[in-house]
């Protein structure tokens, strides 16, 4: 039997994808009492760990990820900057997903296509991610494909994040009173709280986070801000960190004694353990641009500790940037983050082989953001006055299911002049257009924005007002190609992307306040022809809510079933099977 599937898989017609292997993974995302910042709270973990465990796989994988919902409201989980190429029905966000139930299990089944980088996943509703449910997703590169620096020692995966002790569920309910959820308790770094750098600021017994290294080696540090908001100044001591890629693309490497990451973002450092070990080291994240003592406590530790050190980290910390009130070193730095364009990245032809610069735009969308609004009572965010008002059912599956009114195409291109609404508003995008969005920050904190389904270039950043004589400043050669950028108050942040992914891509704030009170909408990019380059059908198991509820199967969720895979060839191989044929539709 096994045989005969082996033989089928190997005789289908689309072999491109069917012969790249296929990785399963089980996710069961549960509650569990931690006490990281040294009171007991209710976190969630996946698998029982918290941070979750890490997704590895490589370039042009097919992964299974079988999602278990143990908790008690309703979970997506995305897959942040996974471009699910013409597969927007499994990057589990609302838009495009329905919710999977409590006590439920989904699966995942997505193609890492032409990709690398280090990425991560967390659930995408209700608040959650404030809670955790967040680990990283790692996509080497095949082996055929040379990495631009020598093969590190060893890979650390280090996961920051602003932190509160309230659960999502009582930040949620403060946010929906129309509060602000004020200052975070702390910094975590792996889920855990700070080292006790200073007795009156950190209290004792706090589990802290330690990295262990040998003297004279090279580790790549995988760095990822998962936090509500706050941008964190990353910063080990004594040390420098050798900028190498962020978000899928290589950068220019470039050395720094510390580095701004923004609520959403992910960077690869590279780590030269090169000091004497008279001691341990400090590793920092601490807030940026805030002012004011209650801050203090905003400032995660861990440590790095050598094979060979000679004693305990002490004495104060390494200093952050002192720019509190000027964030033009932050934008700065920012700016100096560049496409190694000679570096292979998926593919062995070099990553800035596309010459953006020279491709002419086909339509611009300013994209701005104020303070949060009262409309009809409630508080809400907005963009270009427009506050997202999440659909009953995602919209392809209404569209397929020629259901009428779920939303509207008429996103509005510039900031309106008129009063604020709540709507369901997409953005109409030209498939195979070449646009530029300029995300124009009117609000007062740094506001990231991410899109799904794509990689854009960030060509121009400065502050005050965006113009068209602005564009005389883009990069038109070597801007870093990401899927997340940081916008600066007052200020504006110009990218350009290539529309060559069919689906409804969420486009949202990072900042999750802002994208919990509506600061979001998704781009509509549909292929007019049928040729070949249009969307995957829906999977068989796609799960129906909303006005199409009656369409959903109910499932059997004995709790006693762990693993559907684990282990089992045949199933395996049946599923890879359906991959296969999923792929050549
Ligand atoms: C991740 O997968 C790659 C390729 O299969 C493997 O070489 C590497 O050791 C894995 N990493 C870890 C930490 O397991
Ligand atoms: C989990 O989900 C998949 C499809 O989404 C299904 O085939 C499988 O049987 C489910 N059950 C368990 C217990 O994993
Ligand atoms: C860019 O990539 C090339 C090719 O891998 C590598 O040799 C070079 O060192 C990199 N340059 C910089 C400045 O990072
Ligand atoms: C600890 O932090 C407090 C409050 O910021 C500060 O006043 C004090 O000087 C710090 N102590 C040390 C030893 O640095
Ligand atoms: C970065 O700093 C390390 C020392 O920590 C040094 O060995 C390396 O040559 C520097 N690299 C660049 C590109 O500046
Ligand atoms: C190790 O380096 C530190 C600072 O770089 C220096 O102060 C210290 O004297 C050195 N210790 C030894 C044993 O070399
Ligand atoms: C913080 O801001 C307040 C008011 O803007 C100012 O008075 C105070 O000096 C600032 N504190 C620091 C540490 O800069
Ligand atoms: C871009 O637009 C200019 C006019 O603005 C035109 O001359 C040129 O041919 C266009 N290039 C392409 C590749 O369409
Ligand atoms: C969306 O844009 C396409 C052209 O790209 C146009 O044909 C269509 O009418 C637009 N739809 C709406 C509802 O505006
Ligand atoms: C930017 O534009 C707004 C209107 O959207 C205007 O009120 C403000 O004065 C402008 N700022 C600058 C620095 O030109
Ligand atoms: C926001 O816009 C208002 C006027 O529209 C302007 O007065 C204010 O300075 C702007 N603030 C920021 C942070 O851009």
Known sequence: MV??????????????????????????????????????????????????PFINVTTNNNVNVNVHNDLDEDLLVTWSGIQMRRDAWEDGVIGTNCPIPPKWNWTYQFQVKDQIGSFFYFPSLNFQRASGGFGPIVVNNRNIIP???????????????????QTHTALRTTLDGGKDIGIPDGVLINGKGPYQYNTTLVPAGIDYETIRVDPGKTYRLRVHNV???????????????LLAETEGHYT???NFTDFDIHAGQSYSFLLSTDQNASTDYYIVASARFVNGSAWDRVTGVAILHYSNSQGKASGPLPPPP??????????????????????????PNPQGSFHYGSINITDTYLLQVVPPVTIKGNVRATINGVSFNKPSVPFRLADLHKLRGIYKLDFPSKPMNKAPVIDTSLINATYKGFIEIVLQNNDTTVQNFHLDGYSFFVVGMDFGNWSENSRGSYNKWDAISRCTTQVYPGGWTAILISLDNVGTWNLRSENLDRWFLGQETYMRIVNPEE????????????????????????QNHSSSAVSAFGGNLLLSLLLALFAAIFMCN
Not at 323 to 343: C, E, F, H, L, W
Request: proline residues 9%.
């Open 227 to 241: 936090g509500i908001s706050t941008s964190l100044n990353f910063r080990i001591q004594n040390h420098n960190l």
């Open 531 to 554: 040729n070949g380059e249009t969307e995957m059908p829906p999977p068989d198991h796609v799960l129906y809510c909303g006005p199409l509820k009656n369409l959903q199967k109910q």
């Open 252 to 254: 220019i490497q470039t």
């Open 322 to 347: 002192d720019d509190i009130y000027n964030p033009g070193y932050s934008m700065n730095q920012a700016k100096s983050v560049r496409q190694n364009t000679s570096a292979s990245g998926a593919r």
């Open 147 to 165: 990495i631009p620096f020598a093969q590190p020692d060893g890979d650390i995966f280090i996961i920051i994040g602003d932190w509160y002790t």
């Open 3 to 52: 045989t005969t599937l082996l033989s089928l898989l190997l005789l289908l017609p689309c072999l491109s994808s069917a012969a790249d292997p296929t990785v399963n993974a089980d996710l069961r995302f549960s509650y569990k009492t931690l006490s990281p910042l040294g009171l007991p709270q209710r976190v969630i973990a996946v698998n029982g760990d918290f941070p979750g």
